[in-house]
């Protein structure tokens, strides 16, 4: 069965600080990587996604992950963050084909910004 | 477009009783997919729902069930409720079957107590 790792559960950090959120899969395979996002009182939103190609994809508000096969590795980063971006984040994986059991889930990483 | 839409947003049962909970998917979308949502388990995929058939199903116990009707909606009963079943049920829907390139898309959950 896969599992998805995510290092920091608890992240702080300062207007304008510079962030990275680790994430580590352990699927062997051909795998599709997401980062979701969920603000607080509101959904999970899809902030962005690797199916295949270019290693290095954007996604919104500024948001980019690079993923690194040979480390098993899809991680999330920004390069200036703000206040707006006090949220959980959680990386998952879904393996293709039939029989994958949906979506994996990181346990998540709660980032608070302060002012 | 309208979004995932989950029914009821809470929910407070008694130990021993049984619930229902409802999702309407994202116009066009045929896939529906379940998950629990517990401070500490985090995300736990439930099962998927595909063109009315079951595809996938994740660990949990038989009392735990779902269906899904011709016009993509879905719900899903858990039976003999036990205080552990106290979550946030998350219904996601997608245009197409997990595991092919897909993106899936939130609904806001439901909020099962068990008392």
């Known amino acids: 069965a896969q599992s998805v790792s995510q290092h920091n559960h608890h992240v702080i950090l300062s207007e304008a600080a510079s962030l990275e959120l680790g994430c580590n899969y352990s699927?062997?395979?051909?795998?599709?990587l997401f980062w979701y996002v969920q603000y607080p009182g509101q959904h999970l939103q899809l902030l962005l996604k690797?199916?295949?190609?270019?290693?290095l994809v954007k996604g919104i508000k500024g948001f980019e992950a690079e993923f690194i096969k040979s480390k098993f590795s899809f991680n999330l980063r920004k390069p200036s963050v703000q206040w707006s971006d006090t949220a959980e984040y959680f990386c998952?994986?879904?393996?293709?084909?039939?029989?994958?059991?949906?979506?994996?889930f990181g346990k998540g990483t709660h980032l608070i910004i302060q002012p | 477009k309208a979004g995932v839409t989950q029914t009821p947003r809470y929910l407070i049962k008694t130990r021993g009783q049984q619930v229902t909970l409802s999702c309407s998917p994202i116009?066009?979308?045929?896939?529906v997919s379940w998950y629990q949502q517990t401070p500490g388990q985090g995300l736990q995929f439930l099962f998927e729902?595909?063109?009315?058939?079951?595809?996938n199903k994740g660990n949990f116990p038989g009392r735990f069930s779902g269906r899904q009707f011709s016009n993509s909606r879905s719900e899903m009963n858990v039976s003999t409720l036990e205080l552990g079943d106290s979550a946030l049920y998350l219904c996601?829907?997608?245009?197409?079957?997990?595991?092919?390139?897909?993106?899936?898309?939130f609904g806001a959950g439901t909020r099962l107590s068990v008392l």
């Open positions: 996601a829907s997608s245009l197409v079957a997990s595991g092919a390139q897909n993106i899936q898309y």
């Open positions: 998952a994986v879904n393996g293709p084909g039939g029989g994958a059991d949906g979506l994996t």
């Open positions: 116009s066009g979308h045929r896939s």
């Open positions: 729902y595909f063109s009315e058939t079951q595809r």
């Open positions: 690797y199916f295949s190609g270019d290693p």
């Open positions: 699927y062997g395979g051909t795998v599709n």
